[in-house]
């Protein structure tokens, strides 16, 4: 129901552009968010924005990444700027009913796109 794309492989200090289009219902009074990991690490909450707007952002990405959702589309993007090889990792979309970083409040998610940042 949820399909991630866009990741690549892309030196250090490029950006990259990670779309998840959403179907088989709306999730336009959802919560999108992205999520990452890394091999050997937790998956961890990158960036989430609610249907009113508001977002949330981990410390790491702030002011690197942004995250937008076009409610018309069913997709929810993540903008990354100024990537740093620490952000190399598969980044999920997920959808859920709270804006929250913990990846049990997300009820769906997509199957992942790898994004390797080089040095």
């Known amino acids: 129901q949820l399909q991630a794309c866009g990741g690549g492989l892309v030196q250090a200090g490029g950006s990259l552009r990670l779309s998840c289009a959403a179907s088989?219902?709306?999730?336009?009074?959802?919560?999108l968010g992205w999520f990452r990991q890394a091999p050997g690490k937790e998956r961890e909450f990158v960036a989430a924005?609610?249907?009113?707007?508001?977002?949330l952002y981990d410390d790491s990405v702030k002011g690197r990444f942004t995250i937008s959702r076009d409610n018309a589309k069913n997709t929810v993007y993540l903008q990354m700027n100024s990537l740093k090889p620490e952000d190399t990792a598969v980044y999920y979309c997920?959808?859920?009913?709270?804006?929250?970083?913990?990846?049990?409040?997300?009820?769906?998610w997509g199957q992942g796109t790898l994004v390797t940042v080089s040095s």
């Open positions: 997920a959808a859920g009913r709270l804006l929250a970083t913990h990846r049990f409040s997300y009820d769906y």
């Open positions: 088989g219902r709306t999730f336009s009074s959802y919560v």
């Open positions: 924005t609610a249907w009113s707007g508001r977002t």
